[in-house]
């Protein structure tokens, strides 16, 4: 089995300089309730798989293997884009843990979840802007906008129990794929890449994005799952995700307006998340979502053909065998 040590081995020199880089980044006036919100919202970041695409990128397409500041800065800008967007998406989910810890809003409440998730924004941008690269910050910028899209519009699906696999697709890519894709171009942007390499490697990375939210899904569907978020934890937020839309695909009329009717109840009835998860088990629903990944990894993989064969290439294919085995 892959393991992010295995992914992290080709560039494990830099990412204690990269940690060093944030942290220098966002270094506010301690004993402050800012200093601390910050310290704990850094302390309790995840995985890290987004500055790791994106220095794993500029590796596999520089001729030299190496990447500089540049670089790091833009790993830095996409990580505390995502970093905030999560706390931003706790206070609309209402969410009381993350990552096994308690959420930002649980610990110092929604008002002041939602002031330091804009406050990283803001800092992000500055700090960016300061740095003259400006090519970096519009390329990676604009996903600020298309992940609110991507809110909205699971919002709005999530209200009207409404939602089509097309939907769900655009969705997906709009919260997750597209960050997921600039990571990896950026990568390639910070070491000089030419403008079809660029794009490749954008490619890749919503590919990868794409399976990395459907697994993400399938796991919501996973009683022994370790994401730290309690297992059907959108159903309970009405969010119909790919495993169910599926069932509801293949389903009778009147087997799916019963289906949407514990959905409907799943908030608060628990009898109707075990119907759900029953029928998604019975249709294979879990089984369909996971042959739909399998097809964004394919044409992941495929981006990578032209690459040479490095450490830093093998390490973005093996991430593509991590994120399809996941278990958190």
């Known amino acids: 089995m892959v393991t992010l040590d295995d992914i992290r081995r080709p560039i494990s020199d830099r990412l204690g ?13 301690p004993g402050t309730l800012m200093s601390e919100m910050i310290d704990y919202i850094l302390s309790s970041r995840g995985k890290g798989l987004r500055p790791m695409l994106t220095m794993l990128s500029a590796a596999a397409v520089s001729p030299s293997g190496s990447f500089g500041k540049r670089t790091m800065l833009a790993a830095m800008l996409v990580e ?7 706390v931003h998406d706790d206070v609309i989910d209402e969410s009381q843990l993350r990552r096994g810890k308690a959420s930002v809003n649980a610990r110092w409440q929604s008002r002041n979840a939602v002031i ?15 740095s ?27 209200g009207k129990l409404d939602i089509s696999k097309e939907d769900y697709f655009d969705i997906i890519y709009k919260k ?20 079809k390499v660029v ?17 993400d899904d399938i796991l919501d569907y996973t009683p022994d799952n370790n994401t730290g978020k309690p297992a059907a934890n959108d159903l ?17 009329p009147e087997q799916k307006a019963e289906i949407l009717s514990a959905v409907e109840r799943a908030a608060t009835v628990p009898e109707a998340v075990d119907f759900i998860r029953e ?12 042959a739909t990944l399998q097809r964004f990894l394919q044409r992941a993989l495929s981006e990578l053909s032209n690459l040479a064969d490095t450490e830093y290439r093998q390490a973005m294919i093996d991430l593509c065998t991590f994120v399809a085995e996941r278990d958190r």
């Open 176 to 195: 997750t794929a597209s960050l997921f894709g600039s990571c990896a171009s950026a990568g390639a942007m910070s070491v000089g890449a030419d403008r």
């Open 199 to 215: 794009e490749s490697m954008h490619k890749f990375g919503e590919m990868l994005g794409m399976a990395f939210q459907i697994v």
């Open 80 to 86: 505390m884009i995502h970093t905030a967007s999560l």
């Open 132 to 158: 003259g690269q400006y090519d970096l910050l519009t390329h990676i910028i604009g996903n600020m906008a298309v992940l609110c899209e991507g809110e909205i519009l699971q919002s709005d699906h999530a």
């Open 236 to 252: 309970q937020e009405r969010k119909i995700t790919l495993p169910l839309i599926e069932v509801l695909e293949r389903v009778t």
């Open 17 to 29: 300089e990269f940690e060093d880089f944030v942290r220098n980044s966002f270094n506010e006036k």
């Open 116 to 130: 330091v998730g804009d406050y990283i924004l803001a800092r992000n941008m500055d700090i960016g802007l300061r």
């Open 279 to 290: 029928q998604v088990a019975v249709f294979e629903g879990v089984e369909a979502a996971k």
